[in-house]
């Protein structure tokens, strides 16, 4: 069984393929309409914090245990346990983890296909298919359908491939794309009337929210799913990183550049938003805050890019690309959980196993396009607010409660001599231990 687990190349492949997991619609759209909602800088400065004193520490320990173990989630919870007990609790957290990262990736595909279909469409509109481009831009079961399954099928191509020939080498290609895209539209758009307006909007505090518990969180939920935490994505990368990688190093250098690219998102979608109201676009709702769901993605960003002409076909293909390449790195990341299980402890085949699953979760995905009303919202709210959260608590209690201090200590030292000497080694293990349970707990509920 030892043979042939995979293992990134190197500290670079590791970076791209964890910031790609982490960078995701939760960064590109998720975080600025949040930032937009919720009162400004007010939302952007409480979700650096919380990013730094509660998200950090629990990637931390997802990536420490993940290492230690060099397994799945399941394996790898389990031998840190020290009884019955903690093993039960292990299996509990393990399995729960990988069915609620399936349901993510189940409500993730659907999302991630219209971002296809949107990137399809200007390219239908550059040939004169008309006919087509409405077909892709209309809300239809048939064309929902169609894009998850697209979708799915990268997906699996990707992880079929393995973790240096997939997720590594296809990360390694696409991240840095998405930081030029991304930097190259920033720019396009500030040249443009009413980004200073939309510039303000982001960066102008609202001090009066700091207090608003609703603030508090939905930045926690944000900073949780940013960072993809909870279900053993973090655990699983972390257990193919080189042992002599230093951890808390690698683990800062991924929480830099998930909070370094939402943060420039959101130079991005909140000018373009002002941008879009200055050439005539509704981009308030019947309660006066500004379109923040699917409405903002769908419909207000392909108005804007409309009025812009014959240069608006390819901001929108630069802006639809860099969406679909952001879900695409997340999903792998999703995917990789349940297949390292099926591969590890069931001893399937990667191939077999990334097709197997990857069907499951798309049935899984086709039956909420089908029913889209109730079950959307239902799945991506139980996953997300209840579910990842309460995840992350447990493996918090696993890495500073349950697995001995000696343990963690011994796996930090692989890659950095004098751990216990530094910073991190006087924070964190508190961090964890009291900080971060309590604050979810406290969070949690609210
Ligand atoms: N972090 C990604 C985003 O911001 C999504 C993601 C990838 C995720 N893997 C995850 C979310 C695991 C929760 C759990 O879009």
Do not use: H, K
């Given at each position: 069984m030892a043979s042939a687990r995979g293992e990134f190349s190197s500290r670079f492949g590791f970076l791209m393929a964890a910031s790609g997991s982490a960078v995701g619609l939760g960064n590109i759209w998720g975080f600025p309409t949040n930032t937009?909602?919720?009162g400004g800088a007010a939302f952007l400065f409480t979700y650096l914090v919380l990013a730094f004193v509660l998200a950090y520490p629990a990637l931390m320990a997802e990536l420490i245990i993940g290492r230690h173990a060099r397994s799945n989630a399941i394996t790898a919870l389990k031998s840190i346990s020290t009884g019955p007990k903690s093993q039960l609790l292990a299996v509990i957290v393990g399995v729960a983890g990988m069915i609620t990262v399936s349901f993510i990736l189940s409500f993730y595909a659907i999302v991630s296909g219209w971002m296809i279909a949107f990137f399809i469409d200007p390219l239908a509109r550059i040939l004169g298919m008309s006919d087509l481009s409405l077909w892709l831009t209309?809300?239809?079961?048939?064309?929902n359908s169609l894009f998850v399954l697209i979708f799915m099928s990268l997906t699996v191509y990707i992880i079929s491939a393995g973790v240096k020939d997939g997720i590594e080498k296809w990360a390694s290609r696409l991240m840095p794309?998405?930081?030029?895209?991304?930097?190259?539209?920033?720019?396009?758009?500030?040249?443009?009337?009413g980004a200073m307006d939309g510039l303000r909007a982001y960066l102008v505090p609202d001090f009066s929210r700091?207090?608003?518990?609703?603030?508090?969180?939905?930045?926690m939920g944000q900073a949780f799913f940013s960072l993809s935490l909870g279900v053993g994505t973090m655990l699983v990368y972390g257990s193919y990183i080189n042992k002599e990688e230093n951890l808390p190093v690698v683990g800062s250098l991924v929480a830099l550049l998930d909070i370094g690219i939402a943060v420039l998102a959101g130079l991005l979608i909140l000018p373009a938003m002002y941008v879009a109201l200055a050439s005539g676009v509704e981009i308030f709702d019947e309660a006066g805050g500004l379109i923040a769901g699917p409405g903002l993605?769908?419909?207000?960003?392909?108005?804007?890019?409309?009025?812009?002409?014959?240069?608006?076909?390819?901001?929108?293909?630069?802006?639809?690309?860099?969406?679909?390449?952001?879900?695409?790195?997340?999903?792998?990341?999703?995917?990789?959980?349940?297949?390292?299980?099926?591969?590890?402890?069931?001893?399937?085949g990667r191939n077999k196993a990334a097709v197997l699953i990857g069907g499951v979760i798309s049935c899984i995905s086709l039956l909420i396009v089908f029913n889209f009303d109730p079950l959307f919202d239902l799945v991506a709210g139980?996953?997300?607010?209840?579910?990842?959260?309460?995840?992350?608590?447990?493996?918090?209690?696993?890495?500073?409660?349950?697995?001995?201090?000696?343990?963690v200590l011994a796996e930090i030292k692989h890659g950095s001599a004098e751990a216990d000497q530094?910073?991190?080694w006087k924070i964190w293990p508190f961090y964890v231990k009291f900080i971060c349970p309590l604050a979810i707990l406290v969070v949690y509920f609210q």
């Open positions: 937009a909602s919720n209309s809300d239809t079961e048939i064309r794309s998405l930081v030029g895209i991304l930097l190259l539209l920033i720019l396009y758009v500030f040249t443009l009337p700091f207090a608003d518990p609703q603030l508090l969180i939905n930045a993605i769908v419909s207000v960003l392909p108005a804007l890019f409309n009025s812009m002409g014959v240069i608006g076909v390819f901001v929108a293909l630069a802006f639809f690309a860099l969406m679909t390449i952001a879900s695409l790195t997340s999903s792998i990341s999703m995917l990789e959980v349940p297949v390292a299980y099926a591969v590890e402890n069931r001893g399937m139980f996953t997300t607010e209840r579910s990842q959260p309460l995840l992350s608590l447990f493996i918090c209690v696993f890495a500073a409660w349950i697995w001995s201090r000696d343990g530094g910073l991190f």
